[in-house]
């Protein structure tokens, strides 16, 4: 039910954490990992509202200040309704759950070492060692063929699922244990880009965090990277070639590196999105590049009155980069969407027919379990995908309905 919010209502919030970016402010909750962006009068009323000031009185006091009429009546029913207000009047008011952090025994100080300044300089060092290296014997770059490490196409597919998987939750790892340095809970879990499924890292909250700080938690997972495929190469040097080892560290090195391919789509708010979002100074590049792409459809396509462009409320610079990255935004859906439609679709179309091909006329036991084993990942990909999904897409809807119901 809604705890009503009157001008002698005194509010209690939970505990808040903050910090001056220019003329604003961050503020959030680190346990609900819920960060909004403030300006100084919105800072100076939590104030009031912390020492214990009612409605009224808050209002009045900011009234004399600024010489400005502020809603604080309002700006409560907006905090409740990101779930930063814990008591009205003594009343509890409902949130969601919190939900728990991963690795919860992962304290600050067992990585705190994370956040040394000389510490990105590894995998650069290593780099360029595995750079040299491969000038001085470029007979040892990998190539496609490389992954094909084993003349059994079962171990070929068995190891790069367990390999590729391996690095992936190592790459997410990185980025947790950085945020956990930081001071931030940080939770890894499944989610989806399109038509990708992935395994993701929610280290919201890092927005509190000097920037060399979140830069290095965004970057961990792509330093993780590129330091496996770095000391893959320098391994590859001390192995013969044809051996089990030299073809198994070749495939290991392709297996680090291919994944960055994806980190550089940033129209799907990947690792270098949210350093790009950093440098450029943007609050929400992707949410404010989708609003200004959907307006230009709008005036394009006609099929309402040209409503105002909403860059135009933003800073200057802000302005430039989110139409900027509007037209990478679309341009990229499209072709990946596009990718999928003309390749992936019809790929995985021939081969679950392939497969239940084979199922229904097949001569051999082997062949009935090639063709099982080939439908039943294929089922489990997709169902898992479509599993996170649905949570994701619950998740929204049900944040949506608590804001909504608090300006009932």
Do not use: K
């Given at each position: 039910m809604e705890v009503p919010v009157g001008p002698g209502s005194r509010v209690l919030l939970h505990p808040l954490s903050r910090r001056a970016d220019g003329s604003e402010w961050i503020v959030g909750r680190r346990e609900t990992r819920v960060f909004v962006a403030?300006?100084?009068?919105?800072?100076?009323?939590l104030d009031l509202l912390e020492q214990g000031a009612s409605v009224a009185s808050a209002q009045a006091r900011l009234h004399a200040r600024t010489g400005e009429e502020l809603d604080i009546a309002e700006f409560v029913r907006d905090l409740m309704a990101l779930d930063f207000v814990a008591e009205v009047d003594g009343r509890t008011v409902p949130s969601a759950p919190v939900r728990p952090a991963s690795l919860p025994r992962l304290r600050a100080r067992h990585v705190a070492f994370l956040l040394h300044p000389l510490l990105p300089w590894v995998p650069v060092a290593l780099l360029l060692a595995a750079v040299?290296?491969?000038?001085?014997?470029?007979?040892?770059?990998?190539?496609?063929?490389?992954?094909?490490?084993?003349?059994?196409?079962?171990?070929?597919?068995?190891?790069?699922?367990?390999?590729?998987?391996?690095?992936?939750l190592v790459h997410e790892l990185a980025h947790l244990a950085v945020a956990r340095a930081a001071g931030v809970p940080g939770r890894i879990g499944f989610g989806t880009r399109l038509q990708f499924l992935v395994m993701q890292t929610d280290i919201s909250g890092i927005e509190l965090?000097?920037?060399?700080?979140?830069?290095?938690?965004?970057?961990?997972?792509?330093?993780?990277?590129?330091?496996?495929?770095?000391?893959?190469?320098?391994?590859?040097?001390?192995?013969?070639?044809?051996?089990?080892?030299?073809?198994?560290?070749?495939?290991?090195?392709?297996?680090?590196?291919?994944?960055?391919?994806?980190?550089?789509?940033?129209?799907?708010?990947?690792?270098?999105?949210?350093?790009?979002?950093?440098?450029?100074?943007?609050?929400?590049?992707y949410g404010d590049g989708l609003a200004y792409a959907r307006h230009l459809a709008g005036r394009l396509l006609r099929r309402r009155p040209a409503a105002?462009?909403?860059?135009?409320?933003?800073?200057?610079?802000?302005?430039?980069?989110?139409?900027?990255?509007?037209?990478?935004l679309v341009a990229g859906t499209v072709v990946c969407l596009?990718?999928?439609?003309?390749?992936?679709i019809p790929a995985e179309v021939r081969l679950v027919g392939g497969a239940w091909h084979r199922l229904g006329s097949a001569d051999s036991l082997l062949d009935v379990s090639d063709a099982v084993l080939t439908l039943a990942a294929f089922a489990a990909v997709h169902i898992v995908w479509l599993v996170v999904r649905w949570r994701t897409i619950g998740a929204r809807r049900s944040t949506r309905r608590r804001r909504n119901s608090s300006y009932a």
């Amino acid at each position: 039910m809604e705890v009503p919010v009157g001008p002698g209502s005194r509010v209690l919030l939970h505990p808040l954490s903050r910090r001056a970016d220019g003329s604003e402010w961050i503020v959030g909750r680190r346990e609900t990992r819920v960060f909004v962006a403030l300006p100084a009068q919105g800072v100076a009323a939590l104030d009031l509202l912390e020492q214990g000031a009612s409605v009224a009185s808050a209002q009045a006091r900011l009234h004399a200040r600024t010489g400005e009429e502020l809603d604080i009546a309002e700006f409560v029913r907006d905090l409740m309704a990101l779930d930063f207000v814990a008591e009205v009047d003594g009343r509890t008011v409902p949130s969601a759950p919190v939900r728990p952090a991963s690795l919860p025994r992962l304290r600050a100080r067992h990585v705190a070492f994370l956040l040394h300044p000389l510490l990105p300089w590894v995998p650069v060092a290593l780099l360029l060692a595995a750079v040299a290296v491969l000038v001085a014997r470029p007979g040892l770059t990998p190539t496609y063929g490389d992954l094909l490490w084993s003349p059994y196409g079962t171990l070929v597919v068995a190891g790069g699922l367990i390999a590729g998987w391996s690095i992936v939750l190592v790459h997410e790892l990185a980025h947790l244990a950085v945020a956990r340095a930081a001071g931030v809970p940080g939770r890894i879990g499944f989610g989806t880009r399109l038509q990708f499924l992935v395994m993701q890292t929610d280290i919201s909250g890092i927005e509190l965090a000097p920037r060399r700080h979140r830069l290095t938690a965004y970057l961990a997972g792509i330093g993780v990277n590129l330091s496996l495929a770095s000391l893959a190469v320098l391994l590859l040097a001390l192995t013969s070639p044809g051996t089990t080892a030299h073809r198994l560290l070749a495939a290991t090195v392709l297996w680090a590196l291919l994944p960055l391919t994806f980190q550089l789509m940033v129209f799907m708010r990947t690792d270098v999105y949210f350093v790009l979002q950093d440098l450029t100074g943007c609050r929400d590049l992707y949410g404010d590049g989708l609003a200004y792409a959907r307006h230009l459809a709008g005036r394009l396509l006609r099929r309402r009155p040209a409503a105002q462009d909403p860059s135009r409320g933003l800073p200057a610079h802000e302005r430039r980069a989110v139409r900027l990255y509007s037209v990478v935004l679309v341009a990229g859906t499209v072709v990946c969407l596009a990718g999928f439609a003309a390749f992936t679709i019809p790929a995985e179309v021939r081969l679950v027919g392939g497969a239940w091909h084979r199922l229904g006329s097949a001569d051999s036991l082997l062949d009935v379990s090639d063709a099982v084993l080939t439908l039943a990942a294929f089922a489990a990909v997709h169902i898992v995908w479509l599993v996170v999904r649905w949570r994701t897409i619950g998740a929204r809807r049900s944040t949506r309905r608590r804001r909504n119901s608090s300006y009932a």
